[in-house]
């Protein structure tokens, strides 16, 4: 999973953005419940947990001379999702797929440099696409991409426009 670096607005600096907050590419993981329709239609709940290292903030500016404030600590998520699937078509033993979430994300932050740790919850979405191969008779073998994003963060008096990338691996057992 990796998530670029977000935009950091202090609230104390009203003028705009006032840095970029670099986040290391980490992992997550998750569980999944659903039902299938038969009709290529899927529904399942998610809960999942990500977690990034913060690596530094650069202040002030985006450039290269922009100060830089190290960061010691991470980005923690906890999310409850609620995602619809489509399975436009199956060839052979493989279905791609495409796939929509809406839900909320249990947000906390520690950055001991800074003396920041701070929580929140918000709202969260996403965007899912990939391909599922049958590997026995109702087990799959799924591979896919994510686009994961929040509202905006309100953490220690700054707000951050959080997103992510992540690419998924995983089991998918049908009963």
């Known amino acids: 999973m990796w998530s670029g670096e977000p935009t950091v607005e202090d609230s104390r600096n009203p003028g705009g953005a006032d840095g970029r907050l670099t986040l290391e590419p980490d992992y997550g993981y998750g569980g999944y419940v659903g039902y299938a329709f038969g009709n290529g239609l899927r529904i399942e709940l998610e809960a999942a947990m990500r977690e990034i290292d913060n690596d530094e903030l650069r202040v002030g500016g985006f450039g290269s001379a922009a100060p830089v404030r190290s960061l010691n ?8 999702m609620v995602n619809a699937y489509w399975d436009p078509v199956r060839w052979w033993r493989f279905e791609p797929y495409i796939g929509a ?10 950055a001991s440099d800074i003396k920041l740790d701070d929580d ?13 191969t049958r590997v026995l008779d109702r087990l799959y073998f799924v591979a896919g991409y994510r686009y994961f994003s929040t509202s905006n963060l309100r953490l220690g008096g700054a707000t951050l426009d959080y997103h992510a990338h992540t690419i998924d691996f995983g089991f998918a057992r049908h009963f």
């Open 73 to 80: 600590g991470d980005l923690t998520h906890y999310t409850g």
């Open 101 to 110: 979430g809406l839900g909320v994300s249990f947000v906390g932050i520690d």
């Open 120 to 132: 929140t919850t918000v709202f969260a979405y996403q965007a899912m696409a990939g391909l599922r």
